[in-house]
């Protein structure tokens, strides 16, 4: 079953790595998570707007097709300093994509859970890191 919800599969550890960046409450509603996040000045949006894949290994990816909206949304909000992305893969389509033109860019580790080269304590406070660079950010 799709839910349309960034994050939705429970092997993926972004929204208890915000927990440890941010001090997100990981135990809100989806919407409620995305709030907390859209609060301290953040944002969601995904690379790939569509591509042709058997389970959730981002190694599966097939015909990407770009989410060619965020060039569009980052132009209406001039007021973003960077962009993070979740692990090397995200910003490999960005590239290829050519979708963040002019803003500075950050990769954060992985929240995928394949990704086990750290732990979850570790790339919340790598996030954390990153996210602090910004002076908009709010805890």
Excluded at 25 to 39: C, I, N, R
Aim: hydrophobic share 35%; aromatic share 8%; with cysteine.
């Amino acid at each position: 079953m799709r839910r349309q919800e960034y994050y939705a599969d429970w092997r993926n550890k972004f929204w208890e790595v915000m927990r440890v960046a941010l001090e997100i409450d990981d135990s809100a509603s989806y919407s409620g998570k995305v709030d907390q996040l859209t609060e301290r000045g953040l944002a969601l949006w995904d690379v790939i707007k569509s591509c042709e894949r058997e389970g959730a290994l981002d190694t599966a990816i097939r015909d990407p097709e770009p989410n060619k909206h965020i060039t569009a949304w980052i132009e209406s909000h001039g007021q973003l300093d960077r962009v993070l992305f979740n692990g090397a893969k995200a910003e490999k389509y960005a590239k290829r994509f050519a979708l963040i033109a002019g803003l500075p860019a950050l990769t954060c580790p992985s929240t995928s859970g394949t990704n086990s080269h750290h732990t979850v304590a570790e790339k919340g406070q790598r996030w954390a890191e990153a996210i602090k660079c910004s002076s908009r950010v709010r805890r």
